[in-house]
């Protein structure tokens, strides 16, 4: 423990896709941390879901979203059951690592995250296609 009472390792718990499916249905929220275009190309379809970006892709690269945890903070709280995917995994992974340290408790990493899903054919939410042909015509 910390000077503050806190656990400073909590150590990540990584759920793969059956048990991330399982949990979503028992209840728990999903927090996509992947960026907002990602997300409206398609996502995990889930009763409870938040999408906070962890991550920005910027003309230098990726850089770590420095508001995440306080935009976390402002639609979950510190007792919600979350789990937390992006496409692979690896965001997904730092992300429950914050969340852990900043004092979320009940959080799971989703190992293999939208890939994971998709290639196992469970529901995805995704943008609407626009119509291959023109009504004016």
Known sequence: ??????SSGAEVITVDVRAAKNLLESGYGYLDVRTAEEFK?????????????????????????????????????????????CQSGARSLHATADL??????????????????VQNGLK???REKPADHRSDL
């Open 1 to 6: 423990m910390d000077s503050t009472g806190k």
């Open 41 to 85: 190309e398609g996502h995990v379809d889930a009763a409870k879901i938040f999408n906070i970006p962890y991550m920005f892709n910027t003309p230098e690269g990726r850089v770590k979203n420095p508001d995440f945890l306080k935009k976390v903070r402002s639609l979950c709280k510190e007792e919600d059951r979350l789990v937390v995917g």
């Open 100 to 117: 852990l340290g900043a004092g979320f408790k009940h959080v799971s990493n989703f190992g293999g995250g939208h890939m994971a899903w």
């Open 124 to 126: 995805v939410k995704a």
